[in-house]
């Protein structure tokens, strides 16, 4: 069974800046496209990027300018770098995982697509 493990979440004030981190397990980590998601309080789980293998990335149009999506096929461990962090980002953030490449090149990003789930970091941003 596929395992998905966060980190790397916190506290941060307006502006700064997270690099959270999501380490697979039990699995052939350059097998699976991988996506990171997130829960704001009171919303629907949100698409924010996904990666395949060869590093090709998708984002959603609200976070493309400050998140940037990477992958370490070596180190079976993907990245979610946000930058220029805002109060509306609180949310638990959670990783993906689906052996399905194509998901990671067609069409958007869903959460219906992916089968395994980490159990989130929470982010909090401060104004």
């Known amino acids: 069974q596929v395992e998905l493990v966060e980190s790397g979440g916190g506290a941060v004030q307006a502006g700064g800046s997270l690099r959270l981190s999501c380490a697979l397990s039990?699995?052939?980590?350059?097998?699976?496209?991988m996506g990171w998601f997130r829960r704001r309080p009171g919303k629907e789980v949100e698409a924010l990027a996904a990666?395949?293998?060869?590093?090709?990335?998708k984002y959603a149009e609200s976070v493309k300018a400050r998140f940037t999506i990477s992958r370490d096929n070596d180190k079976d461990i993907m990245f979610l770098q946000m930058d220029n962090l805002e109060p509306e980002d609180t949310a638990m953030y959670y990783c993906?995982?689906?052996?399905?490449?194509?998901?990671?090149?067609?069409?958007?990003?869903?959460?219906?697509?992916?089968?395994?789930w980490g159990q989130g970091t929470q982010v909090t941003v401060s104004s």
């Open positions: 990666i395949d293998s060869a590093a090709y990335t």
């Open positions: 993906a995982a689906e052996a399905a490449m194509p998901i990671c090149v067609l069409g958007g990003i869903s959460a219906v697509d992916f089968g395994f």
């Open positions: 039990r699995a052939v980590f350059v097998s699976y496209c």
